[in-house]
Structures are given as structure tokens and as C-alpha cells.
């Protein structure tokens, strides 16, 4: 079972609010992935991190940043919400010492709702 | 992207066995992974393909030809629990980040 932790599950909040959204993962893996998630939709990477330092956007635009101080931690932040950021938010990590084919472990996700 | 393609809805009878097809762009093609995510849940993991030709774990088998840029998911004695959405994606020219198809939601009948 993969060691990978998102706080909150559900966030309900008003417009306007600076939110972020923690992920953490346990397993020392130095790549980490945002997705956004829409319902019945694919999954579309909004940012990933290849390590300590490392953010780069994903394939979707999003408002949102993301910072990657340790290697465990990657929170993404709204700095000012928006109804049209009501969505599911899944971060996942996986490793690279073994190459491309390592599965990306994903967290329980934190699904959105802005008011 | 890879414009990952996939059937959005199938069914099957528990029991039998069903094969869920995906087809993607080969440029930049770097592997192919297939994901089970249920209802509200997380995706998980299932199986990787980076050569040509069938992987088979337990009831699940999945398959890959490179030339034809197309995939499949086998999912044999069907069970009830495996009523979910099964998601293709493709590693490309990034290497580790993935691009997902949208999911072939699955339902298993009695």
C-alpha cells in the first residue's frame, strides 16, 4: 500500500480564499505529480516536480502553484479561489531510480468546492 | 498529449471475460499504463507495457503493439468488485508524467 497523504479529503470555502492543499508521501520518491480531476473526466496534470526545487506546469493551465522545499512535501496553493476551481485534486508520486516504468502511486485525492 | 482513445462505457456478466482497447499516438511513445480507479477513489496501479507483446498478472493480462499504437486491459472471471473506471496512459517524451485517457467505465452484472 502506497504512502501517500492528502489533507483535506473535502473542502467546501468561499470565494476569494487563499487555500492550499497538502500532499505528503513517505516512500522518499522524488517525483511528484498534481492532477485535476473533473467528474467522469480524465485526469489532467496541472504540475509535477522532479525533485527538491523542481516545479514545472503540467498540460492543463491552472491558476494554482506548487512548491517543492522537501522532498516529501508538495503542497498546492489557490491564492485566490474561484467557483471554476471546483474539481477533485489528486497528487501522486512515484520513483525514478529504475526508470520510466515505475507506477505513480496516487492519494485519496481532496475534492473542491468553491462557493 | 497522446490523444489517448478509449471507450467510455462497457458491460459484462460476472464470470465471463471482457477486453478494454486503447489507442494512442506513438510519437513520443515511452510506455503505456493501465489504472483501476472505483468511484471516488484513487487510481491504482494495475500494469506497465514498454515492449511489444501480452503481460499477464492473475485475472488481469494487458497487451501492447508499439507498431499499431494500441493497447488492451484483459480482465478474466469476472467479478462484481471489478465494476470500475479503467484508465490507458501513456508515458511520453517527459518521461515520468503521464497522459490519461478519460476512462472506460465498467459494469459487471450478475
Known amino acids: 500500500e502506497a504512502d501517500i497523504y492528502q489533507t483535506p479529503r473535502y473542502l467546501v470555502i468561499g470565494t476569494g480564499k487563499k487555500i492550499t492543499l497538502e500532499c505528503s508521501q513517505t516512500m522518499g520518491h522524488d517525483k511528484m505529480y498534481w492532477y485535476q480531476q473533473d467528474p467522469g473526466m480524465e485526469l489532467h496534470l496541472i504540475h509535477y516536480s522532479y525533485g527538491v526545487n523542481s516545479t514545472e506546469k503540467g498540460d492543463l493551465s491552472s491558476e494554482s502553484t506548487v512548491s517543492r522545499i522537501r522532498t516529501e512535501h508538495f503542497p498546492l496553493t489557490l491564492e485566490s479561489a474561484r467557483p471554476s476551481h471546483t474539481s477533485q485534486y489528486l497528487c501522486a508520486s512515484s520513483e525514478s531510480s529504475r526508470g520510466v516504468g515505475q507506477p505513480q502511486h496516487f492519494g485519496d485525492g481532496t475534492r473542491l468546492s468553491i462557493l | 498529449g497522446q490523444n489517448i482513445d478509449q471507450p467510455t462505457e462497457m458491460t459484462a456478466t460476472e464470470g465471463a471475460i471482457v477486453q478494454i482497447n486503447c489507442t494512442y499516438q506513438?510519437?513520443?511513445?515511452?510506455?503505456l499504463f493501465w489504472y483501476q480507479q472505483h468511484a471516488g477513489e484513487a487510481p491504482t496501479f494495475l500494469s506497465y507495457?514498454?515492449?511489444?507483446g501480452l503481460e499477464e498478472k492473475g485475472r488481469f493480462s494487458s497487451f501492447l503493439s508499439r507498431s499499431k499504437g494500441y493497447s488492451y486491459l484483459l480482465l478474466k472471471e469476472l467479478q462484481m468488485k471489478d465494476s470500475a473506471s479503467y484508465l490507458c496512459?501513456?508515458?511520453?517524451?517527459?518521461?515520468?508524467?503521464?497522459?490519461f485517457g478519460k476512462g472506460t467505465s465498467l459494469l459487471v452484472t450478475p
Open positions: 496512459a501513456g508515458s511520453g517524451n517527459s518521461g515520468y508524467a503521464l497522459n
Open positions: 507495457n514498454v515492449l511489444d
Open positions: 506513438t510519437s513520443g511513445f515511452n510506455g
